[in-house]
């Protein structure tokens, strides 16, 4: 199915065309325990203030995207309680004095149902939207997206959250590969290593956009008018 683009949006390598009957807003991993002080990221030592830039522009984004009735979807990263679908490298990797499931300052840490598994408030999922639950970085891996997405006909996604360079590089690679077109508002993804998400954004759009596009979301607002 081929949907004629009716909206352009500046980018780079170039501009972005989209049809937003055609196009989701694919909020990824906006976790407590990932932003809030006090959490999971914090407590391995990483400033969540670099993350915490996104929301407001993530907000803002959302509720543009939410009132022109267009499909959003957010994920979570996390684990069955019973640990079951946790590769045992993924659990040991870090070497830290906590792991995966362990008891973190909000709950069992990235462990679903838990206070700092779940969305900030700030972005909250409306009733109607999905959430995925994914035990890897990509969002496309053991997740029902890919068919969520076919089943919705869409074909474009506008990609946010967190981290730059982990979650949200690894999910536009999946997407790429998959056929759908991606673009990456730069100031609602973060990561802890600033770094990290300039060459994070940077690898996505060199070599002709070998990725898909990177943006800013006052771009995106504007063509949506
Ligand atoms: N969501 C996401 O990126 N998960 C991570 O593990 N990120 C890190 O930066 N570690």
Redesign the pocket.
């Known amino acids: 199915m081929t949907t004629t683009p009716s909206l352009t949006v500046e980018a780079e390598p170039y501009p972005f065309e989209f049809s937003p009957s055609a196009c989701a807003l694919l909020m ?2 906006m976790q407590r325990d ?1 932003l809030e002080p006090g959490g999971f990221g914090e407590m391995l030592g990483n400033d969540v203030l670099q993350l915490r830039r996104t929301i407001e522009p993530n907000r803002k984004l959302l509720k543009a995207w939410r009132s022109m009735g267009c499909q959003v979807i957010h994920t979570r ?1 996390g684990h069955r309680p019973d640990l079951a679908d946790l590769p045992p490298a993924k659990k040991v990797r870090g070497r830290g004095k906590s792991c995966i499931g362990d008891n973190g300052p909000m709950g069992r840490i990235l462990v679903r149902g838990e206070a700092g598994h779940d969305i900030i408030p700030e972005v909250y999922p409306l009733p109607g939207e999905p959430v995925i639950d994914k035990p890897g ?1 990509g969002a496309f891996f053991a997740t029902d997206l890919h068919a969520i997405l076919q089943n919705r006909g869409i074909q474009q996604l506008i990609v946010t959250g ?2 730059t360079e ?3 590089n690894t999910t536009v690679r999946e997407a790429n590969d998959r056929g759908y077109n991606c673009l990456i508002p730069s100031d609602c993804v973060g ?2 290593f600033p770094a990290f998400h300039e060459m994070g954004l940077q690898m996505i759009k060199a070599q002709g956009g070998i990725f898909g596009w990177v943006s800013h979301s006052e771009k995106i607002l504007a063509a949506l008018g």
Request: hydrophobic share 40%; net charge negative; aromatic share 16%.
């Open positions: 990824i991993d990932f990263e970085k967190v981290t982990v979650c949200v990561s802890y």
